[in-house]
C-alpha cells in the first residue's frame, strides 16, 4: 500500500503551505523597518485603521492555526474575543485590576472555554462541530449580556487607556507600535509552533486523522491543544479590541464577527500564516473601500444602513468568487505573482 493510499501522502502538501510563509528574509526585514516608519506619515485616520487590521491579525491568526492547519472548523470566534473582552472589562471594573492582570487573566479565560468547547471535537466532525462551536458564541454573549443588566452597564464597560511601564496608551502612534509589535510576537510564536512537533501533529490531523493516529499521534492530546491554545490567542485579541476602543458590549460581539474572521482564513488563504494576515489587511479594509465607492461614484448615496448591507453582501459574493475561482487565496495569488515575475527576470538575465 503506498503513502498516499494510506493517507501519509497528504500530510505534505499541507506542511508546504505552513512552511512556505517564511519568504526572503531580506524582504520581510525591509516591510518591518516599512511598517516602522508608517506613523511618522500616516494621519489619525489611516492609524486607526492599522492598528484595527493589527487586532484581526491577531485574531485571524488564532483561527488560521485552528481551522487552517490543524483542521477544525469553529464559527465561535467572535465568542472567544468577547471572552476576553469581558473577561478585560469585568475585571477592570470590579477590581481596578491594570493590563499586566487583565490580559494574562483573558488568555487563561480564552484557553479554558477552549477547552471545554473543544471536548465535542473528540466525537463531532464537520458540521455538527460546527454548530458544537457556534453554541460557544451564544452562551459567552449571554453570560456578558447578563453581567451587563445585572451590574447596570446597560450600554457597555467602558476602560480607561492601559498604562505600560508608565506610559499611558492613548494616542495613535502609541497603539500603532504596540500592536505592530504584538501581531509580529504572535505570527513569530504560532510560526514556530507549527515548525514543531505539535505543528507536524496537527498538520497530520488535517490531513487524514485515521492516518495520524496509526503514525501515533494522540489524537485526543492534540486537537484539545488546538482549541486551547489558539482560543487563549483569539481571546487576547478580544482583550486588546476591548482596549483599544475602550468599551466592551455585546452588541460589538455580533455572529457576524465569526463570519468575518472566516472571510479571513479563507480569501486569505488556507494553511498559510501570511494569508491570515493578507485576509486580515483585504476584510478590515473593504468596509472602508465600499463606503469610498459609494461617495466618489454619482448618484450611488450614502448612508450608514447602505453601506452595512453592501458590505455584507460584499463578504457573501468575495467568499463565495475566492472559493470557486482561487481556493489558494491572496496567498496563492502572491507566490504566482513573485514567480512569474521571477521566471521573467531569469529569462531576461539568460538573454
Not at 488564532?62 to 473582552?85: D, E, F, R, Y
Not at 501533529?201 to 489524537?219: F, K, P, R, S
Amino acid at each position: 500500500m503506498s503513502n498516499t493510499e494510506t493517507g501519509i501522502g497528504k500530510i505534505a502538501p499541507v506542511r508546504a503551505v505552513a512552511k512556505g510563509d517564511g519568504g526572503n528574509r531580506t524582504a520581510w526585514m525591509g516591510l518591518i523597518v516599512l511598517l516602522a516608519l508608517v506613523p511618522l506619515v500616516a494621519s489619525p485616520f489611516h492609524l486607526d485603521i492599522a492598528s484595527q487590521i493589527f487586532i484581526a491579525a491577531i485574531g485571524a491568526l488564532a483561527l488560521m492555526v485552528l481551522t487552517g492547519i490543524a483542521g477544525q472548523i469553529s464559527l465561535g470566534h467572535g465568542g472567544l474575543m468577547a471572552a476576553g473582552a469581558f473577561t478585560t472589562g469585568i475585571l477592570y471594573k470590579e477590581t481596578g485590576a491594570g493590563i499586566w492582570i487583565t490580559l494574562p487573566a483573558s488568555v487563561v479565560a480564552g484557553a479554558v472555554i477552549g477547552l471545554i468547547f473543544g471536548l465535542p471535537s473528540l466525537r463531532l466532525r464537520g458540521v455538527y462541530l460546527a454548530m458544537s462551536t457556534l453554541a460557544l458564541h451564544f452562551v459567552v454573549i449571554y453570560l456578558g449580556g447578563e453581567y451587563e443588566f445585572a451590574s447596570g452597564a446597560s450600554t457597555g464597560i467602558f476602560l480607561d487607556p492601559p498604562v505600560i511601564f508608565g506610559y499611558e496608551l492613548y494616542d495613535g502612534q502609541a497603539w500603532y507600535y504596540a500592536l505592530f509589535l504584538l501581531v509580529a510576537g504572535t505570527y513569530w510564536g504560532c510560526s514556530n509552533l507549527l515548525n514543531s512537533k505539535t505543528g507536524r501533529a496537527w498538520e497530520a490531523l488535517h490531513a487524514n486523522e485515521t492516518a495520524a493516529e496509526a503514525l501515533g499521534v494522540q489524537v485526543a492530546r492534540y486537537k484539545l491543544l488546538a482549541f486551547v491554545i489558539t482560543s487563549g490567542i483569539a481571546s487576547f485579541s478580544g482583550a486588546l479590541f476591548a482596549y483599544y476602543q475602550s468599551f466592551v458590549s455585546v452588541e460589538a460581539f455580533t455572529l457576524f464577527m465569526s463570519i468575518q474572521y472566516i472571510a479571513m482564513i479563507i480569501i486569505g488563504g488556507m494553511g498559510s500564516l501570511t494569508g491570515a494576515l493578507l485576509g486580515a489587511i483585504f476584510v478590515t479594509l473593504v468596509p472602508y473601500c465600499i463606503e469610498w465607492l459609494m461617495e466618489t461614484v454619482p448618484y450611488l448615496g450614502l448612508d450608514i444602513s447602505t453601506a452595512s448591507s453592501a458590505s455584507h453582501a460584499a463578504f457573501g459574493l468575495l467568499m463565495i468568487l475566492f472559493l470557486v475561482f482561487e481556493p489558494s487565496g491572496l496567498i496563492g495569488i502572491w507566490k504566482r505573482t513573485v514567480a512569474r515575475f521571477s521566471s521573467q527576470s531569469k529569462k531576461e538575465g539568460v538573454q
